[in-house]
Nanobody, 109 residues
Framework: VQLVESGGGLVQPGGSLRLSCAAS????????VTWYRQAPGKERELVAT??????KYADSVKGRFTISRDNAKNMAYLQMNNLTPEDTAVYYC?????WGQGTQVTVSS
């Protein structure tokens, strides 16, 4: 039973990244999926959640980030556009009381 994130990296301000979260060992489609992030010296914060029929976003990422899922592939995604240095953090996937290991996103010129 695990979640594995991928897709992080270094990107310039204004750039885009797509994070992926691969689930295994449980019935993925039954659970909401949430992306969190934690910047150095800060608390972990909720970024976006996708439920069965809807989703929600933190105000800081609305209009720039899009959460999605593919239940057939047991995958969730976070498309991040127009990134800023304030988006620099470790991004975590969370579902079914399981945390992934995180993937680093660094936005810098």
């Amino acid at each position: 039973v695990q979640l594995v994130e991928s897709g992080g990296g270094l990107v310039q301000p204004g750039g885009s990244l797509r994070l992926s979260c691969a689930a295994s060992g449980f019935t993925f489609s039954r659970y909401s999926v949430t992306w969190y992030r934690q910047a150095p010296g800060k608390e972990r914060e909720l970024v976006a959640t996708i439920y069965i029929f809807n989703d929600k976003y933190a105000d800081s990422v609305k209009g720039r980030f899009t959460i999605s899922r593919d239940n057939a592939k047991n995958m969730a995604y976070l498309q991040m556009n127009n990134l800023t240095p304030e988006d620099t953090a470790v991004y975590y996937c969370y579902a079914n009381s399981i945390w992934g290991q995180g993937t680093q996103v660094t936005v810098s010129s």
